[in-house]
């Protein structure tokens, strides 16, 4: 059953790689819990406790306000295909902005994505598998393309806009870091 790990194994990273879809958990000490589903290429393992996503402009963004909060991060992947399996990446995260030299030297390791917002780098303290025998098998069909669609059809000074009127904030009114003038 569940089994209690320091660190990614190569096994764990190739599985992580080929996942469609991981859960961001967050919650600051106050206010809601949050559970965001993630897809698109957008998360990297760059070592055995270190993973990053990049973070897209969306209708909210709670991750980023619970981080300047309280920084616990549990990232979750399960398995939809082939051998059952759950894998909980349990750690602490930080949020960078475009503005910011991290930011810069991460976001090379993403295809080029409009709406990019931020990204997160978590480093990972405990990583837990379970079983998932109890996840159904499902079918991947394809990428949605929505959101890039949306981005594109904005433009940066529309996006930096929205972004202003949605981004700002949690749904608990704490601060999310992006730039609200």
Same mark, same amino acid.
């Given at each position: ?12 990273? #190739? ?5 469609? @879809?991981f859960? @961001?958990g ?6 809601? @819990?949050n ?16 993973v ?9 963004? *709670? ?11 549990? &990232? ?13 990446? =349990? ?13 810069? #030297? =991460? &976001?090379?390791?993403?295809? /080029? ?6 990204? &997160? /780098?978590?480093?990972?303290?405990l ?5 998932g ?9 394809? *990428? ?6 949306w ?10 806009? =929205? ?10 009114g704490? *601060?999310?870091?992006l730039?609200?003038?």
């Open positions: 059953m569940a089994k209690l790990l320091k660190e990614l194994t190569s096994e764990l990273q #190739e599985f992580i790689q080929q996942q469609k @879809v859960f @961001v967050t919650a600051a000490n106050e206010g809601r @819990v559970i965001s589903p993630k897809g698109m290429d957008t998360l990297r393992v760059t070592d055995s406790n270190t990053i996503w990049l973070n897209l402009t969306g209708s909210g963004n *709670e991750t980023a306000a619970h981080l300047l909060k309280n920084n616990r991060m549990t &990232i979750m992947f399960c398995s939809f295909e082939g051998k059952p399996l759950i894998l909980r990446l =349990y750690g602490n995260a930080k949020t960078f902005h475009p503005s910011e030299q991290k930011y810069q #030297e =991460y &976001i090379s390791l993403f295809p /080029e994505t409009p709406g990019s917002r931020q990204i &997160i /780098e978590m480093h990972v303290d990583v837990q598998t379970s079983c025998y109890a996840v159904p098998f499902m079918d991947f069909k394809e *990428e949605r393309t929505q959101l890039n669609t981005a594109q059809k904005q433009g940066e000074e529309r996006l930096d806009k =929205y972004r202003k009127e949605k981004n700002v904030s949690s749904i608990d704490f *601060e999310t870091g730039p609200n003038e």
